[in-house]
């Protein structure tokens, strides 16, 4: 079929299309069960206390942060393409399974069996994006697929109704995604393509395991790239994950509205500002090389200030307050974003970036679940909301500073060169 030809002007579009709907799935298949945790722990009971549910949600992000490396690397090595839907089809058998979980532990191994599938998806697809997607267009084809994940998010936050609805519940969420899942990969699979010039490197000589990992953590802008995109998304990782539970406490709302509230509004500025962040990075770049920078630096101040006035809301007791302050944080996040990996392939060459991200993924995500954890402990002890936030906001700061400090090596006119 000539329309699958991915030599095609038009292929480059359609694979960001095809991507969407997975980029929903698998936000979608995190975010409902944050959405839905106290129909959960009411149905199982032993879960117990904070700390505990902080640690479902955060062996989820350990193992996918240690799979995330590994997943890169076979999408460099081998296949976009296989890596991208095996995923898809793997955590969604996964979803299905999780709707099955009677104790604490089960629900323990099942999302920590999740993220291992899912680790595999997100270097796999964004470098993919790059490969379609060289310079001009490439932050907005990035901030395409971006809105996926946040259709996903605000999807997951609507999950409390279902959760409350007596016919329903959370047991039948993930029933449905599951099923949803794997009835998508098996089209998926068959539509999607390689890039040619993806298809090309495989053919040739690639570097081991350990090749990659010293040329990647001997350029100083990636580790620089790695530690901003940690420090921010430890903030976005308590806002995904906590901010239903902490809304419906300290406002007192029904868990349906506390989750909605918590996801709709942001995710729907993370929408408008992925498409206009990526739009005037893509602008920006062509003046300026700093230009992604310049603009994912923007988002990440935002993100910050957004952080402090959220943690401050509880105390006016005015729940519109909270909102507000969270849809700032959604048009930070949209312009941080959607230029993580776009940045990366202006200081990597395209054969290590997916093993990049997945370096990138593995040091973030893992401090995502510290981040959990640690907050649910502090939330224990009875720490208040706005030193907590106030932590939080601070270690977004200090990233702007570190995303500063990188210096592109490759422009957008043209591929990386394939060796050194």
């Not at 993220?115 to 267009?137: K, W």
Request: proline content about 5%; overall charge positive; aromatic content about 14%.
């Amino acid at each position: 079929m000539k329309f699958l030809d991915p030599r095609r002007p038009g292929y480059a579009w359609f694979v960001v299309a095809l991507l969407v709907p997975v980029a929903l799935l698998n936000y979608l298949d995190r975010q409902m069960l944050a959405s839905m945790k106290f129909s959960v722990m009411q149905d199982i009971p032993d879960i117990g206390n904070e700390a505990n549910w902080g640690k479902i949600l955060a062996f989820f992000k350990w193992t996918y942060a240690f799979l995330s490396p590994v997943g890169g690397y076979l999408a460099d090595r081998f296949s976009r393409r296989y890596v991208i839907a095996g995923s898809l089809f793997v955590w969604s058998a996964v979803t299905w399974a999780t709707a099955r979980a009677e104790t604490f532990q089960q629900l323990l191994v099942t999302r920590a069996v999740m993220g291992v599938s899912e680790a595999f998806y997100i270097p796999a697809a964004l470098a993919l994006i790059a490969d379609y997607h060289l310079g001009p267009t490439r932050s907005r084809a990035v901030g395409a697929h971006q809105m996926g994940i946040y259709a996903g998010v605000i999807l997951g936050g609507f999950s409390g109704y279902a959760a409350d609805h007596p016919e329903l519940g959370w047991r039948w969420m993930f029933e449905l995604c599951g099923l949803a899942g794997l009835l998508y990969a098996l089209p998926l699979f068959f539509l999607i393509r390689n890039a040619p010039a993806q298809a090309a490197a495989q053919e040739a000589p690639s570097a081991s395991p350990w090749g990659a990992l010293r040329e990647l953590l001997g350029n100083v802008s990636f580790i620089l790239l790695v530690l901003y995109f940690t420090l921010p998304a430890m903030a976005g990782w308590i806002v995904r994950d906590w901010m239903p539970a902490i809304l419906k406490a300290e406002f007192g709302i029904g868990q349906g509205k506390a989750g909605v509230s918590a996801t709709l509004f942001w995710m729907l500025a993370a929408i408008a500002a992925a498409l206009a962040g990526g739009w005037l990075a893509d602008r920006w770049t062509r003046r300026n090389p700093r230009g992604r920078i310049y603009t994912s630096a923007i988002g990440v101040f935002l993100i910050a200030v957004a952080m402090m006035g959220v943690g401050y809301s509880p105390q006016t007791g005015v729940l519109a307050l909270a909102v507000a302050f969270l849809i700032v944080f959604g048009v930070g996040w949209g312009f941080f974003d959607t230029n993580n990996m776009p940045i990366l392939c202006q200081i990597a060459r395209p054969q290590v970036r997916a093993t990049g991200y997945g370096l990138m993924n593995l040091v973030s995500i893992s401090c995502g679940g510290v981040a959990d954890w640690g907050f649910g402990l502090l939330r224990d002890h009875h720490i208040p909301l706005l030193a907590i936030f106030g932590i939080f906001a601070s270690v977004a700061a200090l990233s702007v500073v570190l995303v500063l400090l990188i210096r592109p090596r490759y422009t957008d006119a043209a591929p990386a060169p394939a060796g050194h």
